[in-house]
């Protein structure tokens, strides 16, 4: 066993080694041009990958104790009771709304042909659940400064159909949650947080994700902090967590975690449905469920990634106050990223919306950066109802609209943003002011 133990510590130590000699190379010295200045991008060292080969020599493969510590970590960072730790934040989307049409809810499950407020401005899977499901969503206009939801416009959206709300935090900025929660509350609403841009980002001194009933997270690697693929689901509420971990998990009933049996005593001695008395508790199935879970190996990654979100965090704030004092001169221009009345966001970028008066054009400005080798996305979706997925979708019958959009399609046609992930160098920030100046002058 002493043996075992000596020969992993020198297979880390050589880790470490590799890490030094292939990815911690001393950083070349930025080239205006010709250095790339990606959006986004992995930042990590050698605690990562040791931790990830640690993993893979326990070869635990699916989720095991790294995930039970991970899980464990990020519910003490969000301050909440119980996270599940899944394959994607799609799925993480995915389980936060089918949690919520479980029969285990009563009358307060969503159904078919139930409504969810939302916006089309955005990631297609805040929506795709909805749809998927057969409940309709309902889309409202959006605000261009803050880019989250025009929150005048949820009364106009509200029917004796809603059940919930369901809104992301746009780009790391939140959305007014008192005025979203407190409508939800007013008539009875589910809340999810799509909390997939947003991890870390504060309102009113309390860590976004954590004001609705469920919130999510995405661990893709341009996040806020990285797993490969990967996601969670976090909530306060035991009764939805377990649902959440049915869907996750095949849509079970029993909750024993894996490789464990029996952990409520009760495995052969309960009625389910019409099964036969005492049918085993371990096969048996209270959803249509799915299997989105994640691996211990990508755990053991988060571990480590999660001990440095606070400087991730704050580095990221850093790097967007160094594009908004180099691009403020040009609110003449563009509309400029504003943070929403007592937030504190965790950026996930910097956009910029071009005013209808000038004669810019948001290709051309985007072509022109690329070109010099900066890094541009387009708002994801921009306006998901114009996509060729709801091509088939009837208007006030599979979907509504409440408005027309307009600031929405702005966005569309209009807007884009750069990164301020962590790994930005100074240089490469400059850069990105230099260019946007120099083609808009």
């Known amino acids: 066993m002493q043996y075992n133990e000596t020969l992993k510590q020198e297979i880390l130590q050589k880790v470490t080694e590799y890490y030094q000699a292939v990815h911690a190379k001393s950083d070349k010295d930025f080239v205006e041009g010709k250095s790339r200045v990606n959006y986004a991008g992995r930042v990590f060292d050698e605690t990562e ?13 699916t989720q095991g104790e790294w995930t039970d510590k991970f899980e464990k ?54 929506v795709a659940p909805v749809v998927q499901y057969g409940a309709v969503p309902v889309f409202v206009d959006v605000d261009l400064e803050t880019f989250n939801i025009d929150t005048t416009q949820l009364a106009k959206a509200y029917s004796s159909k809603t059940k919930a709300v369901m809104l992301a935090h746009t780009l790391g900025n939140p959305f007014d949650i008192s005025a ?6 007013k008539h009875h609403l589910w809340l999810i947080e799509d909390n997939c841009d947003a991890l870390g980002s504060m309102y009113d001194n309390k860590y976004t ?23 969670a689901v ?18 079970r009933d029993c909750w024993c975690h894996s490789g464990k049996d029996d952990t409520c005593h009760k495995r052969f001695t309960q009625q389910f449905g019409t ?24 755990a053991a990654i988060g571990v480590a990634q999660l001990a440095k979100l606070p400087a991730f965090i704050k580095k990221r704030r850093v790097n967007f106050d160094i594009l908004y004092n180099g691009l403020k001169e040009l609110n003449h221009i563009f509309i400029l990223p504003q943070a929403t009345a007592k937030a504190m966001p965790s950026w996930f970028g910097f956009w910029l919306t071009i005013k209808d008066h000038t004669k ?28 060729p997925c709801f091509t088939e979708l009837e208007v006030n019958k599979d979907y509504r609209i409440v408005g027309k959009l307009e600031n929405t399609d702005k966005i569309m046609s209009a807007a884009f943003w750069v990164g301020v992930y962590p790994g930005m160098k100074p240089e490469a920030l400059q850069f990105m002011v230099k260019k946007i100046k120099g083609f808009v002058k």
């Open 209 to 231: 994700g954590t004001f609705g009933h469920i919130g999510t997270s995405s661990f893709y690697p341009p996040h806020h902090l990285t797993t490969g693929e990967g996601g």
């Open 73 to 126: 970590k990020l519910a003490e960072f969000l301050g909440v009771k119980y996270a599940s730790f899944v394959n994607s934040g799609s799925s993480a989307n995915l389980l936060a709304f089918m949690a919520l049409t479980s029969s285990k809810l009563g009358d307060k499950r969503i159904k078919k042909g139930d409504e969810v407020i939302t916006v089309a401005a955005g990631f297609p899977t805040t």
């Open 234 to 251: 976090y909530t306060n509420d035991i009764k939805l967590h377990r649902i959440i971990n049915s869907f996750r998990d095949w849509g």
């Open 275 to 298: 099964l036969p008395f005492g049918y085993d508790h371990k096969y048996v199935y209270s959803h249509l469920g799915y299997n989105l879970k994640a691996t211990d190996l990508q």
């Open 360 to 387: 810019l054009n948001r290709n051309d400005l985007v072509k022109y950066l690329e070109q010099n080798n900066i890094q541009t996305r387009n708002l994801f979706a921009g306006n998901i109802t114009r996509h």
């Open 49 to 61: 990958m040791k931790n990830l080969v640690s993993a893979s020599l326990d070869f635990w493969l």
């Open 180 to 185: 979203v929660k407190t409508f939800c509350e």
